[in-house]
């Protein structure tokens, strides 16, 4: 059974500093892995997408790498603003011919201090 | 506006009531997603439809939930005779099983159970 572990559970850090969000899995045999950001009682949007055959994805501010092997992804959120405050789920998938659903870890709640 | 819908946003009812929620997904998305997320964790995983046809179902989903998806169409999730542990944002999410496969969700309904 897939097991999604994301520490820490809560990062507090002031205005402009790197965020680094961790985010480790036990099977590898993933099709995907996907970072969401969720605000106070809203649903989930989608950062980044990183098929399994990938080693990282690229948007903005955000960076997400993949190492399958290890079991292991990385959110890195460059010079972070107070807009940047919510949670941060990551999630995998299983092989794409058995329906992709997502393996949620239970998220790093973060808060960006001005 | 071309993203995941759900109705009604919020829902309190006193146990023992059904409720009903409805997910219209992204038009031309042939896949549909449950999932459940109660608060401080990460959304799990309860159903899933390709098309029509409802896939899979989790352990999670007692006897007492039922969904369908007609025609391919929106979506319907039911819990009879609801339970104070029923409590929880229902969350749906759509893709297009061709292609990346990235999962698009809505802004969840929030049930809470009196």
């Known amino acids: 059974k897939q097991e999604v572990t994301q520490i820490p559970a809560a990062l507090s850090v002031p205005e402009g500093e790197n965020l680094v969000l961790n985010c480790s899995f036990t099977?590898?045999?993933?099709?995907?892995l996907q970072w969401f950001r969720q605000d106070p009682g809203k649903g989930l949007t989608s950062l980044l997408l990183?098929?399994?055959?990938?080693r990282e994805q690229t948007s903005g501010r955000l960076n997400a790498s993949l190492d399958k092997s290890s079991g292991r992804s990385t959110l890195y959120i460059a010079a972070s603003q107070p807009g940047d405050s919510a949670t941060y789920l990551c999630a995998v998938s299983r092989i794409k011919a058995a329906g992709n659903k997502l393996t949620f870890g239970g998220g790093t709640r973060v808060l960006v201090k001005p | 506006d071309t993203g995941v819908s759900q109705n009604p946003r919020h829902k309190i009812t006193k146990r023992g009531q059904n409720v009903t929620f409805r997910c219209d997904p992204i038009s031309e998305h042939n896949r549909l997603y449950w999932y459940r997320q109660t608060l401080g964790q990460g959304p799990e995983f309860l159903t899933y439809?390709?098309?029509?046809?409802?896939?899979?179902k989790s352990r999670l989903l007692s006897d007492r939930f039922s969904a369908e998806r007609p025609k391919g169409s929106f979506s319907t999730l039911e819990i009879q005779r609801t339970e104070q542990g029923d409590s929880a944002m229902y969350l749906c999410?759509?893709?297009?099983?061709?292609?990346?496969?990235?999962?698009?969700f809505g802004p969840g309904t929030r049930l809470l159970v009196l």
């Open positions: 099977d590898s045999a993933i099709y995907n």
């Open positions: 999410a759509s893709s297009n099983y061709r292609g990346v496969e990235t999962q698009y």
């Open positions: 990183i098929q399994s055959s990938q």
């Open positions: 439809f390709q098309n029509e046809a409802q896939l899979e």
